[in-house]
């Protein structure tokens, strides 16, 4: 599983948000719900494309809303899913 940093991680989700919205570029800690560019139903595709993108699981235990708030949020879930899948 290739490891991305922070920076690596938050393009590619801005990316996929961008391709799906003409809205904006989204700040980093912008709560992605409070503004309405990510719906509960738009949330499971971004889950979706994370397990696919970044080869990590989201488990029922994952599944809060919290987790995937803010780009920040989605960063540090796909960082700490990589680290659980390969902590070397």
Not at 40 to 55: D, N, P, T, V
Not at 65 to 88: C, G, H, M, W, Y
């Amino acid at each position: 599983m290739t490891q991305h940093n922070t920076a690596e991680i938050d393009r590619i989700v801005l990316d996929y948000l961008a391709s799906h919205s003409t809205a904006h570029e989204p700040a980093r800690e912008e709560d992605l719900f409070e503004t309405g560019r990510v719906n509960s139903l738009f949330a499971i595709q971004l889950m979706s494309f994370l397990e696919s993108r970044f080869g990590v699981e989201v488990d029922v235990d994952d599944l809060n809303l919290r987790n995937f708030a803010s780009i920040a949020k989605i960063t540090d879930f796909v960082q700490r899913k990589q680290l659980e899948a390969d902590p070397a």
